[in-house]
């Protein structure tokens, strides 16, 4: 495997599961990053690791709950979600979180919450 | 507050037909600026990285121009494997990027 990876690549869920989206990098980088991408909206910024620790939290909801076990596996656990949160989850890995440094996608996740 | 902003929303070409994508940004402590291509039900693929007004970079068909205030995405005789949406994202001070809305690309043969 190379770059960055996601699964599973489409998911539907009720608004009662609970289910997880997996994200894991093989670039030997240091940062990962959760986004919402909903249509012809910009990105949205969910979530940022660095290092194993969360420096960001975009004002999420709790129903969207992050876990980074180490530097190479993100993990995003979804419960009892809203119509409105259906969007393409998309993952993203970097060097570190800081200056300059250019993010790296995976495929993502095309979630539809019925 | 920090903003980014593409234009057009949407671009049709003839192939072969020349244009640019405009990136304008309002930020304070510009860090860099990066544009990315995404193709559908795809996830986004780094293409430049910008730090300072005048730099330029090329990428085959691609080049990609920076001043104080926007950047130019050149497309130049483009081919149809060129359509995707293309978009834009800033870093500022706050090192988060701020992405703007993209915009689509459409290269008919």
């Known amino acids: 495997e190379t770059g960055v990876t996601q699964t599973p690549r489409h998911l539907v869920m009720g608004m009662t599961n609970k289910k997880s989206l997996k994200c894991e990098q093989h670039?030997?980088?240091?940062?990962m990053y959760w986004y919402k991408q909903s249509a012809k909206k910009p990105l949205e910024l969910m979530f940022v690791?660095?290092?194993?620790?969360?420096?960001e939290n975009n004002s999420v909801p709790s129903r969207f709950s992050p876990e980074c076990p180490n530097s190479s596996h993100l993990f995003l656990h979804l419960h009892t979600l809203q119509p409105e949160d259906s969007a393409l989850y998309l993952c993203?890995?970097?060097?570190?979180?800081?200056?300059?440094?250019?993010?790296?996608f995976g495929p993502g996740t095309r979630l539809t919450v019925t | 507050e920090d903003q980014v902003t593409q234009s057009p929303e949407a671009l049709r070409l003839q192939e072969g037909e020349s244009s640019s994508l405009n990136c304008s940004y309002t930020v304070s402590g510009l860090r860099g600026l990066f544009w990315y291509r995404q193709d559908p039900g795809k996830g986004p693929e780094f293409l430049f990285t910008?730090?300072?007004?005048?730099e330029e970079k090329e990428k085959e068909r691609l080049k990609a121009t920076l001043t104080k205030k926007e950047s130019f995405l050149h497309i130049t005789a483009p081919k149809p494997e060129d359509s995707a949406t293309y978009l834009c994202a800033v870093q500022a001070a706050g090192y988060q990027l701020i992405w703007g809305a993209g915009t689509k690309l459409i290269i008919k043969p």
């Open positions: 910008l730090y300072s007004a005048g």
């Open positions: 993203a890995s970097s060097q570190t979180s800081g200056s300059g440094y250019e993010q790296y």
């Open positions: 670039l030997g980088h240091n940062a």
């Open positions: 690791y660095n290092f194993k620790e969360q420096t």
